[in-house]
Each structure stands twice: as C-alpha cells, then as structure tokens.
C-alpha cells in the first residue's frame, strides 16, 4: 500500500503552533498528493483544518502509548503511522521516549525531530530557526523561504475581510507578558473618542485571573467577545479593521491572516525573536510593560492604521 500520510505533530501554544504554519504550508505545496495530518489538540486540529486546508487528529486520542512504549498502540494511530513517508515531530527531541518509540513504530518514515522555541542565546527571529533546523533538507527549506515571503506581503490568504473594528486582546498565557489593564481601559476611551468602534476579546486566562469589576470596566465601554476555542478566535479576528494585543497567540494568529497587528512587548519576551509573522505588522516595547504609554500605544495604533 502506497504511504500517502505526512504527519506534523505539535502540542505547544497557539503562538508556537503559528510560526510552524509556513512548514505546514509548504509541506503542502512540496507534496500534493499527500495527506497532509496535523497531529494536536482537537481545538487546534480545527483551526488548521479551517485556516490551512488540512486534515487533523487529536493527540489526545490513542496516542499516549507512544510517551510510555508499554501498551498497545491505538489502530487509528497504527493506521495513519502505517501509511506515513514523513512525519515532522515538534513534540520531543530525537534522544526523548516519544521520538524514539514513534521512529520504531514509523518504520520506513522520514521522522524529522524539530523544536519550537529557540536556544536561549539565539538572537534572530524565531522563524529563521525553523529554517535552521532545515539545513539538511534543502527542498523543504526553500520551500520554507517562499512561503515567509508570501505571509510577509499578503498574510497566508483565508478571505478575510474587515468590518473597521478595532480589536483588542488585552491578555496572554504569561502575567509578566501583559500590558496594565487599566492602561488599555484608557486606550479604548481614546479610540472611542476618535470615532473608531471597538471589540475586546477574552480567553479563559483572563475570565480566570481578572475579577467581575475588571471585566465590567472593559464591558462598559466596548463588545466584549468571549471565543469558545480558537476557531472561534480565528473568525473573530479575521475580520477586524486592526488588532491590538500583547505577546501572544492572538497577536500571532491575527498577524498572519493578514490583519494589522499592533503587538505590544516588555522584558519578558524580545520582538526581534518573536514578532508576529504577517504583511502589517508593528511592534512596541519598553523595559518594563508599565513604562509603556498610552499616548505611544495610541499613536502606533494610528500610524499601522494609516498604512504605516
């Protein structure tokens, strides 16, 4: 039987999930005739079947047995590694339990071990490491390069279409990631008072960490929107006009569907790594998130607004 199966598997944040996306899509483009199967969680796995065009498993189902090597392993998942020629692994590095039992189990795949985050003393953008760790395979790689250049002029092209909402996520996984809250209650009133219409979208880290006072205060002044999961987050922020928000998986996401993203940094984590990949994009940040000004937020918000 012919293997007609390409696996991506990958469990980290939404974030990490996004910069992996132009190996996916050039994967695609590489292979035609492929299944291309994105293996993660159920949330993400319809996500990526919505915004790339590819199939999806959920991790959660059958494929535990793998972490361990002491128990049988699921038929659905014996089926889709039977039928694999090449399976990209962000989930463990080549020494890790998980690669060496999917290597045994894969056999006559090409397993390609990858990582997400970057060495800590790595210093250009996170992208750029995805390609490092490529350098062996030429083909994939520049393919790789093409489709960073097509997300850096037009975004990865899923018809989105604005409603002239300013979106604001004013969250992110990391509390140090965050800029104050009450400096983007003072953002919006600024907005507001320049005629621009505002959405605010909320995870569930912020219905946890914030209280019923907080959300109110937010709520008082603009659409406050509650995505369920993240296609619901993905439909939410392909059609706003400019999307405002901290280091985080909504940055990115909003980022490389094409939507002018304003992404807002401090101490904890460096743009020049992680800016958000996409054709408009705009990065602020200071030593420490406090120090960052509305007066400077605001006028970035209109000068990415501009076209700028």
């Known amino acids: 039987m012919p293997r007609r199966n390409l696996l991506i598997i990958h469990t980290g944040a939404l974030g990490d999930f996004v910069l992996c996306w132009p190996l996916i899509l050039a994967l695609g483009r590489l292979h035609p005739q492929s299944r291309i199967i994105v293996v993660t969680q159920a949330s993400k796995g319809v996500l990526a079947e919505a915004a790339l065009r590819v199939e999806s498993t959920d991790i959660e189902n059958g494929w535990h047995a793998l972490f361990a090597g002491d128990g049988a392993i699921d038929p659905r998942v014996a089926t889709l590694l039977d039928g694999a020629h090449a399976i990209y692994s962000f989930l463990s590095a080549a020494e890790e339990t998980f690669t060496k039992n999917l290597s045994a189990r894969a056999n006559g795949a090409q397993l390609v071990p990858m990582r997400t985050i970057p060495p800590v003393d790595w210093t250009k953008h996170a992208s750029e490491w995805l390609l490092e760790q490529l350098k062996f395979q030429p083909a994939v790689r520049t393919a790789v390069e093409q489709i960073l250049r097509s997300v850096a002029t037009r975004g990865i092209g899923t018809g989105r279409s604005h409603d002239g909402d300013v979106v604001i996520h004013p969250g992110s996984g990391s509390q140090a990631k965050c800029w104050p809250l009450k400096r983007f209650v003072e953002l919006i009133e600024r907005l507001k008072r320049n005629r621009r219409d505002v959405r605010v979208l909320l995870g569930e880290v912020e219905l946890e960490r914030w209280s019923g006072v907080e959300r ?24 706003a006009a400019e999307l405002i928000a901290n280091d985080s998986g909504p940055a990115h996401l909003g980022a490389i569907v094409g939507v002018p993203t304003l992404t807002l940094f401090g101490p904890a984590s460096d743009p020049a790594v992680w800016r958000p990949l996409g054709p408009r994009v705009l990065t602020l940040r200071e030593e420490s998130m406090d120090k960052l000004t509305v007066a400077k937020v605001f006028a970035a918000a209109r000068t990415l607004a501009a076209g700028g």
């Open 216 to 239: 109110e205060s937010l709520q008082q002044l603009a659409t406050v929107r509650k995505p369920a999961n993240y296609l619901e987050l993905f439909n939410d922020l392909r059609s």
